[in-house]
């Protein structure tokens, strides 16, 4: 491995005292240009590159925000992150991606050790367990995304996020309106989404005057491991000639069901899209989420904020747009 070029050796190879290398790399304002220029030559002919630990240490910043979100693999969450990550690198920060597959377990693991390593901010869709985040990270900024936090951390933190249950009540008022005669539900509980949706489902169904059952909803986890089951059984069970899926993942395992069963009246609609339904053999009606905008949305806020401008909480909810196929 080869050795880290020292700020000695620089000094030495452009004639200049220790303490004016250290002012070209901290404070070049109040250097000779010139001497900049000579300087900073010199270390790009000894390819040198600062020790960003020490500068952190320094500086008390890492230029380093946290992104911890339930799973990667989501297109929502995969685009949300894109434009995490795109604002970020713009504004000079790094962005470390966490998944905790929904388990609370793993997201305080994940707060821990960005705050261990320093992280400046964090950028979080939360599990929905009661964690006292405060407590936890210190006077670290947080941004929730997707997710409302509990009321006092919501009092706390910005936040970014979607109308769920309007989005919601529009897909089904939707599927009603275009003949479905019972609609079913299959949506994750997890934090506020879930709930949120599952009203706008509710709230659809009433306004239409059609019957309220609890057996019309089924409840999976957000990875969408049961849903095959689930819908089949809503299916078989209920005869219902409409479902609206919660989440992408969800909808993915209802179409596989239906390919199987060979079952082609089935009318659809789902909280996101993608734009691979335009070729789905169904017509999908979905909620179409901002997901890019949330993500810069929500980096723009965590970096105004560690930027020092003075602001109160933020709450930014942004509108879903509802595409008819």
């Avoid at 693999?73 to 690198?89: C, W, Y």
């Avoid at 209920?238 to 993942?249: I, K, R, W, Y």
């Avoid at 105004?304 to 109160?312: D, E, F, M, T």
Wanted: with cysteine.
């Amino acid at each position: 491995m080869a050795s880290q070029v020292t700020i000695k050796e620089i000094a030495r190879h452009a004639g200049v005292s220790e303490t004016t290398v250290s002012r070209v790399l901290n404070q070049p304002k109040i250097v000779n240009p010139k001497t900049v220029a000579r300087v900073k030559a010199v270390m790009k002919e000894l390819n040198y590159r600062p020790n960003a630990l020490a500068q952190s240490m320094r500086n008390h910043t890492t230029n380093t925000i946290g992104v911890i979100i339930s799973n990667v693999l989501n297109p929502f969450f995969s685009t949300l992150v894109r434009g995490i990550e795109d604002t970020a690198t713009k504004r000079g920060y790094s962005v470390i991606v966490c998944n905790t597959d929904e388990n609370p377990e793993k997201e305080m693991q994940y707060i821990n050790m960005l705050v261990d390593r320093q992280a400046d901010g964090i950028i979080l869709a939360s599990t929905g367990h009661k964690l006292d985040y405060h407590a936890i990270v210190g006077d670290m900024p947080i941004v929730f995304i997707d997710r409302k936090p509990s009321d006092e951390d919501y009092k706390r933190y910005d936040t970014v996020l979607v109308n769920n249950e309007e989005g919601s009540f529009q897909a089904v008022d939707a599927l009603i309106r275009r003949g479905a005669h019972r609609v079913n539900a299959i949506v994750s509980p997890v934090a506020t989404t879930g709930v949120e949706r599952l009203a706008g489902f509710h709230r659809a169904l009433k306004e239409h005057h059609m019957r309220i059952s609890e057996q019309d909803v089924a409840l999976d986890d957000y990875l969408g491991y049961h849903t095959a089951e689930l819908a089949l059984n809503l299916i078989q069970t209920n005869d219902c000639d409409a479902l609206f899926c919660g989440n992408n993942v969800i909808l993915m395992n209802v179409l596989h069901v239906l390919k199987e069963w060979q079952i082609t009246d089935m009318q659809l609609a789902v909280f996101d899209n993608q734009p691979w339904f335009d070729f789905a053999n169904y017509p999908i009606i979905s909620v179409d989420q901002p997901a890019y905008l949330i993500g810069t949305k929500s980096m723009i806020l965590l970096a105004n904020h560690l930027a020092g401008q003075a602001h109160s909480v933020t709450h930014d909810m942004v509108q879903a747009k509802l595409v008819i196929r």
